[in-house]
């Protein structure tokens, strides 16, 4: 039977050597072409050399999942070693991503067809709470990330003007800038990955080259794969991104309260989540919150 330690390190450290060895074959095939545009025609060169762009592109995607990897298994070791290691106190995936872009805190979106939050996970309370004010004021950062399928970066001096609603609540949670990547594959944007107060010192080219490195190589190694794309497609939570990043699945709830408030009132499940939203921003209450009160049957929404 293995041990506390390698049950939990084991595979986090398969997965990194899994992702190097991707990187040393595109690496190869990236080098095979190279030698072949020294002999091909005109004609043929031109395809050696956008195949040896797009295979070294590949390694380097790779490696950084490697290297989130690693991080990952670098915490794990040192929490065993200095924690009680309790099961709720193990570093998750997510948090190492937080480490690598030297950040605050971290979460991840993903979108069902109806441009609806269908899975978010975060690092902690923070980017929890960070998500669920999205959700519940309808803008902020990974709204205006995911419609234009680019960056959002906004520093410490653009931040307050930014949103007239959730820029001051996000200030209150006390966080003071930020910056977003959208995640997508063949120009569809699926979800978001949002930082929040990344290190101050990295400037801001070199951390938005980073930020997007990142959130490349979880698009195409770690949350997009077809299982999820299609679970996507169909409005449900993907069953393997929050096993992946360990880390539970908060917007669960927000779901099965949108289900049970349809049924209630007999609306469809946009009409739902807007009455579930409306009574969070009313009771100034997370919509999470508000969600599990449904579940729990201590609250029940009626239509005006």
Known sequence: MESGLSAWIRPA???ADAERARAARAAAIARRHEERMA???ETTRAVHERMARIHHALE???LTAARLHDTHVRRLTQWFVTEDAAADRRPRLISAIAELLGARSVGITLLNS?????SAIASDAVAAAAQDLEVTLGEGPVHDATASSSLVVVPKELLPRRWRHYSPAISELGVHSLAVAPLGVRGSCVGALAVFDPASPEPARRLTKYLQEIADALTHTMLLTRTTIAQLAEESPPDGMETLLEAPDFSAVVHQATGMVAAQVGCNVADALALIKARAFVDNEQV??????LVDRRLRLETP
């Open 13 to 15: 450290r398969e997965r």
């Open 39 to 41: 002999t091909a025609s």
């Open 60 to 62: 380097e995607r790779h």
């Open 114 to 118: 109806q441009r609806i939050t269908a």
């Open 288 to 293: 999470s919150t508000v969600a599990r009160q």
